[in-house]
Each structure stands twice: as C-alpha cells, then as structure tokens.
C-alpha cells in the first residue's frame, strides 16, 4: 500500500539530476559531493542521489519526497534532514550504516513498526520525529508514549526530538519534566 502511495505521489515535481547537483554545489564530480543542501526545491524524486557515494551531510527538508531508494547506497551519510516531506517508510535508511543524526518531523510515519530497520544504525545518536517550533509531526507522535518506545527499540539514541534521553544531563532533565509535570 505504501509502495503505491510512493509511485502515485512520484508523478511530479523536481527530479535530483546530475545538472542540479552540479549547480548547487560547484563540483564536476558526483562523487566529490560531501555536503549538499537542497531545501524546499519542490524535489519529489531523488534521481541520481545515489551516485553521491562520499556525501557525508544532506538537507532534503521542505520537499515533496515520498521514495528513498536512492539514500539506500549512501554509506558514509551521517546526517540527515527529511523533515517536511511525505515519507511514509524508511526501509531504505536501513543501508546508511554512518547515520547518527536523522530528522524526518513532518512526515507520514504511522506507527513504530515502520521505524524498526533503523535498529541496525549503530551510530544513530539523534532521532527527530516532530518539531514543535516549526509544527512539524507525524502521526506516529500521536502516541503518548512513542518517545519511549523509540527509546526502547533503539537505545543507542542520546536525543528524541531535540531532547536528552541517554548521556550526561539526561537524569537532570527528566528530573526537571518530572518537576514541571507535578507543578
């Protein structure tokens, strides 16, 4: 069902192309690309993506993204920003083993299960489903207690949604919360 989402969501908008990326980023080589910042561009398809084999930080958010096939090849990717887009699985995230930092508030993630391929990121230390400031949610985040359950399914994370859930400070904050809910 989510498969046919993706493809009718895929008959429009801007396609990641060789040109474009050249253009945003000066190089003339693909495969020199380490930083790219392709922010509300109105992009629905990733094209050529995967052939950015060495980038290491990328700013997708503000699209109009549903499919992540391409990101699947990105194994030195350590951040990433989908937020605002119209993602609804991240089965293909399950490939970028350098990932630590994942943003995807704003998206169409329904439930918890559709989360489980991140357990094999060994090197994911933050993970943002919602946004508060900007308004930005998914569905999932309707869920009293997903914070939690994310916390669970995947306890290498040191941050879920902007806050501190494992390291130094984290006893002081949920001490702090726990404080803020009692008053």
């Not at 396609?15 to 945003?24: D, E, N, S």
């Not at 230390?125 to 359950?149: G, I, K, Q």
Request: overall charge neutral; some cysteine.
């Amino acid at each position: 069902e989510e498969e046919e989402e993706e493809e009718d969501e895929e008959g429009s908008g801007v396609r990641v192309t060789p040109a474009l990326l050249k253009a945003c980023t000066g190089e003339f080589s693909l495969e020199s690309i380490l930083l790219l910042r392709l922010r509300g561009r109105g992009i629905a398809h990733l094209g050529c993506l995967a052939d950015c084999s060495n980038l290491e930080w990328l700013d997708l958010s503000g699209n109009a993204i549903a499919g992540l096939a391409p990101l699947a090849a990105l194994r030195a990717l350590a951040v990433l920003n989908l937020a605002g887009n119209r993602v609804a699985s991240v089965e293909p995230l399950r490939g970028c083993r350098s990932l630590r930092q994942l943003n995807l508030a704003g998206n169409r993630l329904r439930s918890l299960r559709q989360l489980r391929c991140l357990q094999g990121l060994r090197h994911l230390e933050s993970l943002r489903m919602r946004d508060p400031l900007a308004h930005l949610s998914n569905p999932v985040c309707a869920t009293p207690t997903y914070r939690a359950a994310l916390a669970a399914m995947l306890p290498g994370l040191k941050a879920i949604d902007g806050q501190r859930v494992a390291g130094r400070g984290s006893e002081l904050f949920r001490l702090c919360r726990e404080l803020d809910a009692a008053l």
